[in-house]
């Protein structure tokens, strides 16, 4: 295997190690030591690969923002306007195992970017692609809107995913799926209402 | 002193202790050690106190939920209504560097949560109580509504604070307060609409 794949593919087993050990045992569990044996190698070769824990944290990300990019493209397949927005809304939920894996990696991520800029500068960047595609969507439900106020709904139905994404995830209620995906229509309801263009 | 008075004293300087460990340290930071170091105690008072470190992210959080809780009940004198709404939604965004630490704390716990079932239950019933809250004032302020509505409304409205407040804190833009303030707005405004009784 060429030099550069061969790493890229330990990268990428890394960070398929860092989601299980969150997944597993949470932020506080979520070592080096957790991360090494996990990946089946030992801190020595992760430190190789990653010079600081954050890198590593870093990676972790990436994958779960691209995984989740990869199911949104699928996601609009065949489907346009507000219809299209709809379903990238809801495959950004945490409404199955992995993407409720993804969001304990997101959390964990936020919580650490609190104290770590690397990460907050990480999480700024995805959250303005994440927020310019969900206004690229708006735009394209209600093309005769103003700039500005797609920018706020874009906002607002950001904010909306993040908390419900939150708070299903800590859910034990059988209702939450239900509920989350009811919240989303209701807020697509409020901002976007089917019978005017604003 | 009392010797229950005394012991409340001592558990409330180690939730303010923790909080200011999670505000210099971040979540990996916040070990008992950091936690014992602020409180001017040992790690042996600190387990004398609470049995496990659990415990002590139970009261920390639940001194920022009292502590807002406070300063809501003093930011609704005065106002009813859709005002009175809007003013408690404001006062749960991290606009100051007190509310700022308040949000860490409840970032550090629900990436703890994950993992915690102890702290998982305790995030439901908060999250029951501050919902709660919400629907109650939006019921006042459109009083003709019905509940499954208010109950749809409420929803979508917390869950845009915890989103919102989750990128205000991570934003180092200086129009980071300004796009919280607007956004609560806009969803105040998407939802409850100053013109209809609905």
Redesign the interface.
């Known amino acids: 295997m060429p030099r550069q794949v061969d790493s890229d593919q330990r990268r990428h087993e890394i960070a398929i190690a860092t989601w299980r050990a969150?997944d597993?045992?949470?932020?506080?569990?979520t070592t080096m030591r957790a991360i090494a044996d996990r990946a089946g190698c030992t801190i020595g070769r992760l430190n190789h690969y990653f010079e600081r824990r954050e890198d590593i944290m870093v990676s972790a990300l990436r994958h779960a923002h691209a995984q989740a990019a990869a199911r949104m493209a699928i996601s609009v397949t065949g489907r346009s306007g507000r219809d299209a927005l709809h379903a990238v809304l809801l495959e950004a939920l945490p409404l199955d195992d992995v993407r409720r894996t993804e969001w304990?990696v997101w959390?964990?991520f936020?919580?650490?970017?609190?104290?770590?800029e690397s990460l907050?500068h990480e999480?700024?960047q995805r959250?303005r692609e994440w927020r310019q595609l969900v206004a690229t969507l708006v735009a394209d439900a209600v093309p005769a809107m103003r700039k500005a106020q797609v920018g706020?709904?874009a906002?607002?139905l950001?904010?909306?995913?993040?908390?419900?994404g939150?708070?299903t995830?800590?859910?034990?209620d059988a209702g939450a799926a239900r509920?989350a995906r009811?919240?989303i229509e209701?807020?697509l309801d409020?901002?976007l209402p089917r019978s005017t263009d604003r």
């Open positions: 969150i597993e045992l949470g932020v506080d569990g304990k959390l964990t936020w919580a650490q970017a609190i104290a770590t907050r999480h700024e959250y706020r709904i906002d607002s950001v904010a909306t995913v993040d908390g419900i939150i708070h995830l800590m859910s034990r509920r009811r919240t209701s807020a409020a901002h």
